[in-house]
Protein backbone atom coordinates (compact mmCIF):
# COMPACT_ATOMS: atom_id res chain seq x y z
CA UNK A 1 0.00 0.00 0.00
CA UNK A 2 1.04 3.77 -1.09
CA UNK A 3 0.13 6.57 1.38
CA UNK A 4 0.98 10.36 -0.14
CA UNK A 5 1.65 12.99 1.73
CA UNK A 6 2.00 16.97 0.13
CA UNK A 7 5.20 18.95 1.51
CA UNK A 8 7.11 22.41 0.54
CA UNK A 9 9.91 21.25 -1.66
CA UNK A 10 12.34 23.82 -1.08
CA UNK A 11 14.92 21.42 -3.09
CA UNK A 12 12.84 20.20 -5.46
CA UNK A 13 13.45 16.92 -7.09
CA UNK A 14 12.79 13.42 -8.63
CA UNK A 15 14.57 10.82 -6.26
CA UNK A 16 13.83 7.26 -5.07
CA UNK A 17 15.29 5.22 -2.01
CA UNK A 18 14.39 3.59 1.34
CA UNK A 19 13.82 6.04 3.96
CA UNK A 20 15.99 6.48 7.23
CA UNK A 21 13.88 7.66 10.03
CA UNK A 22 13.80 9.31 13.44
CA UNK A 23 11.67 11.00 15.12
CA UNK A 24 14.31 12.82 16.86
CA UNK A 25 15.31 16.51 15.82
CA UNK A 26 18.48 16.19 13.14
CA UNK A 27 21.45 17.93 14.65
CA UNK A 28 23.21 18.48 11.82
CA UNK A 29 26.37 19.34 13.68
CA UNK A 30 26.46 16.02 16.10
CA UNK A 31 25.31 13.87 13.01
CA UNK A 32 28.41 15.13 10.88
CA UNK A 33 30.77 16.47 13.27
CA UNK A 34 33.84 13.76 11.74
CA UNK A 35 33.23 14.84 8.49
CA UNK A 36 34.96 18.25 9.59
CA UNK A 37 36.95 17.60 12.39
CA UNK A 38 38.52 13.99 11.65
CA UNK A 39 38.13 14.45 8.30
CA UNK A 40 36.39 11.46 7.50
CA UNK A 41 34.55 10.25 4.21
CA UNK A 42 31.70 8.55 6.23
CA UNK A 43 27.80 9.88 6.68
CA UNK A 44 27.19 7.89 9.58
CA UNK A 45 25.26 9.46 11.53
CA UNK A 46 27.99 10.31 15.06
CA UNK A 47 24.75 11.99 16.74
CA UNK A 48 24.40 9.38 20.13
CA UNK A 49 21.36 11.49 20.78
CA UNK A 50 19.44 9.95 18.14
CA UNK A 51 19.04 6.44 19.26
CA UNK A 52 16.72 5.91 15.38
CA UNK A 53 20.04 7.13 13.71
CA UNK A 54 23.00 6.70 15.86
CA UNK A 55 25.78 4.40 13.76
CA UNK A 56 23.32 4.34 10.67
CA UNK A 57 25.11 5.33 7.22
CA UNK A 58 22.76 8.50 5.83
CA UNK A 59 25.06 8.94 2.44
CA UNK A 60 22.57 8.19 -0.46
CA UNK A 61 19.23 7.44 1.74
CA UNK A 62 16.07 9.63 2.22
CA UNK A 63 16.73 11.10 5.67
CA UNK A 64 12.90 11.53 7.19
CA UNK A 65 13.03 13.74 10.28
CA UNK A 66 10.64 16.00 12.18
CA UNK A 67 13.00 19.32 11.73
CA UNK A 68 16.76 20.09 11.94
CA UNK A 69 18.55 21.06 15.18
CA UNK A 70 20.36 24.65 13.86
CA UNK A 71 23.62 25.66 15.33
CA UNK A 72 26.20 28.30 13.34
CA UNK A 73 27.95 25.20 12.12
CA UNK A 74 24.95 23.43 10.61
CA UNK A 75 25.35 25.09 6.80
CA UNK A 76 28.78 24.33 7.21
CA UNK A 77 28.10 20.71 7.59
CA UNK A 78 26.06 20.41 4.63
CA UNK A 79 28.85 21.87 2.76
CA UNK A 80 31.32 19.49 3.90
CA UNK A 81 29.26 16.38 3.60
CA UNK A 82 28.63 17.58 -0.42
CA UNK A 83 32.20 17.53 -1.03
CA UNK A 84 32.69 13.98 0.43
CA UNK A 85 29.73 12.96 -1.99
CA UNK A 86 28.67 11.35 1.46
CA UNK A 87 25.03 13.29 1.40
CA UNK A 88 21.96 11.57 1.59
CA UNK A 89 19.98 12.09 -1.75
CA UNK A 90 17.16 14.10 0.30
CA UNK A 91 15.71 15.37 3.92
CA UNK A 92 11.78 15.03 4.00
CA UNK A 93 10.58 17.07 7.49
CA UNK A 94 7.10 17.14 9.13
CA UNK A 95 7.88 20.73 10.43
CA UNK A 96 9.46 23.91 9.09
CA UNK A 97 12.90 23.47 7.84
CA UNK A 98 15.56 25.93 10.03
CA UNK A 99 16.97 28.79 8.27
CA UNK A 100 20.49 27.67 9.24
CA UNK A 101 19.79 24.15 7.86
CA UNK A 102 18.62 25.72 4.27
CA UNK A 103 21.05 28.09 4.16
CA UNK A 104 23.65 25.37 4.03
CA UNK A 105 21.61 23.01 1.71
CA UNK A 106 21.13 26.11 -0.74
CA UNK A 107 24.80 26.79 -0.43
CA UNK A 108 25.74 23.12 -1.46
CA UNK A 109 23.50 23.61 -4.24
CA UNK A 110 24.64 26.66 -5.76
CA UNK A 111 27.92 26.44 -5.11
CA UNK A 112 28.58 23.32 -5.61
CA UNK A 113 26.11 21.48 -8.15
CA UNK A 114 25.22 18.90 -5.46
CA UNK A 115 21.38 19.26 -4.51
CA UNK A 116 19.62 17.24 -1.56
CA UNK A 117 16.45 17.08 -2.72
CA UNK A 118 14.54 18.81 0.35
CA UNK A 119 10.85 19.29 1.15
CA UNK A 120 9.70 20.21 4.12
CA UNK A 121 5.84 20.70 6.11
CA UNK A 122 4.91 17.30 5.07
CA UNK A 123 2.39 17.15 8.36
CA UNK A 124 3.05 14.46 11.66
CA UNK A 125 0.99 11.90 9.76
CA UNK A 126 4.17 11.61 7.39
CA UNK A 127 6.61 10.56 10.41
CA UNK A 128 3.68 8.45 11.96
CA UNK A 129 3.28 6.35 8.42
CA UNK A 130 6.86 6.32 7.02
CA UNK A 131 9.74 3.75 8.85
CA UNK A 132 13.23 2.80 8.18
CA UNK A 133 13.87 0.63 5.11
CA UNK A 134 10.65 1.97 3.47
CA UNK A 135 10.79 2.41 -0.33
CA UNK A 136 10.39 6.43 -0.78
CA UNK A 137 9.40 8.73 -3.92
CA UNK A 138 9.67 12.43 -3.73
CA UNK A 139 8.35 14.21 -6.63
CA UNK A 140 9.37 17.79 -7.73
CA UNK A 141 6.07 19.47 -6.42
CA UNK A 142 6.51 18.10 -3.26
CA UNK A 143 4.35 14.91 -3.20
CA UNK A 144 6.02 12.28 -1.17
CA UNK A 145 5.04 8.31 -1.80
CA UNK A 146 5.86 6.03 1.12
CA UNK A 147 5.88 2.43 0.02
CA UNK A 148 4.95 -0.17 2.72
Partial sequence: MTKTFKGRPLLPGNVEETAEVSHYGFSTSA???EVVFKDTNSGVCKDGDNKELYGRDLSGKIVCTP???GSSS???MFMAICEKDIQPKAFLFANHI???ASCGL???D???GKRI???DMLGDEFLDAVKTGNKVKVF???TVEVED
Fill in 98 to 100: DSL
Fill in 31 to 33: VYV
Fill in 74 to 76: GAC
Fill in 117 to 119: VTV
Fill in 106 to 108: LMA
Fill in 67 to 69: QTI
Fill in 140 to 142: EDG
Fill in 110 to 112: IWL
